[in-house]
């Protein structure tokens, strides 16, 4: 049964008004999405069930708010680092949060490094190809959103859970 299944850990990480509650709220409307537990009252927290390639994988997504620190998460199963294209210091907070994550050598976490707000090309300060270079380097998922336009919303949510498949660290 379901009670049986592990719940994954999710953590949304990045700058204050970068999209993280947005890219969140976008989740909840994929096609990808199951049964959200409404348990909570803590907005911050939910767990959800995300049926792919029909296997089910129950995961909990912290949204931190801006006042608490990252690391009072443990058992992490996945960071979902998020800088702006249109913020440079939002890039420079989400690298030294990806170092501070890597130097933790106990744990292997998914990292997924996003780069939001794909849709503001007029005011991009960071390319494509600068957050698809430091994931080489760092060994870990880049994706270009856009939490607005819902584009590739999904495809962040699906390498969310492959990323979590193939770290099976908690299995
Ligand atoms: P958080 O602080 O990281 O949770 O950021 P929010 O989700 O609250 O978003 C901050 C602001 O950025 C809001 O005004 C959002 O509407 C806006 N925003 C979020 N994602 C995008 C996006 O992909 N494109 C654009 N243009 N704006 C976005």
Same mark, same amino acid.
């Given at each position: 049964?379901? /009670? ?19 890219l969140?709220?976008?989740f ?52 979902v ?11 420079? $907070? ?8 890597? /130097?933790?050598?106990?744990? $292997?976490?998914?990292?997924i490094?996003v ?19 430091? /994931? ?7 994706i270009?959103v ?6 590739k919303v999904d495809d962040l949510l699906v390498g969310i ?11």
């Open positions: 049964s379901s /009670c049986d299944q592990p719940i994954f850990r999710v953590l949304m990480v990045g700058a204050h008004g970068v999209g993280k509650t947005a969140v709220q976008q909840m409307t994929s096609e990808y999405m199951g049964a959200l537990d409404t348990s909570f009252d803590d907005d911050s927290e939910r767990t959800v069930s995300v049926l792919i390639d029909g296997e089910e994988t129950m995961i909990d997504i912290y949204d931190i708010p801006p006042d608490k620190d990252y690391k009072r998460y443990d058992n992490v199963d996945a960071y680092i998020v800088y702006s294209i249109t913020d440079r210091s939002s890039f420079n $907070h989400g690298v030294d949060i990806l170092e501070e994550i890597m /130097c933790d050598t106990e744990r $292997h976490p998914a990292i490094l780069a939001n707000k794909s849709d503001l090309l007029r005011s991009r300060q960071i390319t494509n190809d600068e957050g698809r270079e430091l /994931c080489v380097k760092k060994d870990c998922k880049y270009e856009s939490a607005v336009l819902n584009h859970v492959s990323q979590i498949r193939l770290h099976p660290h908690r299995i």
